[in-house]
């Protein structure tokens, strides 16, 4: 038994060193223009997902989803986040897709997240993503306010999507999806991917 747990450690140490080794003598791409195999997302956005989930503290959001909170958020949004993750007027965002992985369009495909762990990524960014820590930049209820924005995007009332018609020209997702068919909106649902 013991040689046959010293055969497995050792041909885990050679597959790690022979990685290290691949990694190292520069083998592998590191180009950003390519698609990234499925594999590499899937692992990639694992280890993000479980880092998020070990990490982060499961905070609740200090404010209420208030017509003005939504709006402030919607404003801080465009300023700061619209350039990579999609803006209002429902442009698509070249910068954002130039990231290796490409940033996830918001207003397109709203995340479905929880609160506490998007306000952790707007915080303290991704490493190797291109995704910044905002807590140097933003204030905390200025974080909060964008997380409240996002987790409301395909639900927001009434005043607060008139406020986005009218000062970008365009209808939120949700309103836009009112006018779809029924199994159009489903359709869209399933098609739907993990955010980040």
């Not at 499925?38 to 997902?49: G, K, L």
């Not at 207003?107 to 929880?114: A, L, Q, R, V």
């Not at 927001?156 to 939120?172: E, G, H, I, R, Y």
Request: aromatic fraction near 10%; charged fraction near 20%; proline fraction near 8%.
């Amino acid at each position: 038994m013991g040689k046959f747990l010293l055969g497995i450690i050792v041909t885990l140490v050679v597959l790690v060193l022979a990685l290290l080794g691949f990694a190292t003598l520069g083998l592998l791409h590191t180009r950003a223009n390519v698609e990234p195999p499925h594999w590499e997302r899937h692992f990639a956005m694992s280890a993000v997902d479980a880092s998020i989930e070990r990490h982060a503290p499961r905070v609740t959001d200090p404010l209420t989803p208030t017509d003005q909170n939504l709006e402030d958020g919607m404003k801080i949004y465009t300023m700061n986040c619209a350039g990579c993750h999609g803006t209002l007027d429902r442009k698509f965002s070249v910068f954002g897709n130039s990231f290796y992985p490409p940033a996830p369009n918001f207003i397109s495909d709203p995340p479905d997240d929880p609160e506490w762990h998007t306000f952790f990524t707007i915080r303290n960014g991704i490493r190797y993503t291109g995704m910044p820590a905002w807590e140097k930049n933003l204030s905390e209820t200025d974080i909060w306010k964008v997380t409240l924005f996002l987790s409301h995007i395909d639900k927001l009332p009434p005043t607060v999507q008139d406020f986005w018609k009218a000062n970008f020209n365009s209808a939120p997702a949700a309103a836009a999806d009112e006018k779809k068919e029924p199994n159009e909106n489903n359709q869209k649902k399933e098609e739907r991917h993990d955010h980040h």
